[in-house]
Nanobody, 124 residues
Framework: QVQVVESGGGLVQAGDSLRLSCAAS????????MAWFRQAPGKERKIVAA????????YGADSVKGRFTISRDNAKSTVYLQMNSLEPEDTAVYYC?????????????????WGQGTEVTVSS
């Protein structure tokens, strides 16, 4: 089964950019749809963006459309989340998730494989 590890979080100011990375191992990366979720303190974990195995099908939450971009490099077994124009409301722990499927999943329970998360804090 696949294992995923996130990196790239940190403390930034409003308006700044960050790029999160999620490196996968232990499986054939191109077999998996990938997603980024986030969980703010005291709130439930929610989808940010998802991408299918070859990058031809992408989902983005309304709250991040036009600011965040998900992409993947199957040769490097890595999925990215480019976050621009960050806002304090984007402060959360960001999780990478993976699972197989014909359809692109967008809910927590549809993903079996999760990373430990990387924290993003946006100051105003």
């Amino acid at each position: 089964q696949v294992q995923v590890v996130e990196s790239g979080g940190g403390l930034v100011q409003a308006g700044d950019s960050l790029r999160l990375s999620c490196a996968a191992s232990g499986g054939t990366f191109s077999d998996y749809n990938m997603a980024w979720f986030r969980q703010a303190p005291g709130k439930e974990r929610k989808i940010v963006a998802a991408i299918n195995w070859n990058g031809n099908n992408i989902y983005g939450a309304d709250s991040v459309k036009g600011r965040f971009t998900i992409s993947r490099d199957n040769a490097k077994s890595t999925v990215y989340l480019q976050m621009n124009s960050l806002e304090p409301e984007d402060t959360a722990v960001y999780y990478c998730a993976a699972d197989r499927g014909i359809r692109l999943f967008t809910t927590v329970r549809q993903y079996r494989y999760w990373g430990q998360g990387t924290e993003v804090t946006v100051s105003s």
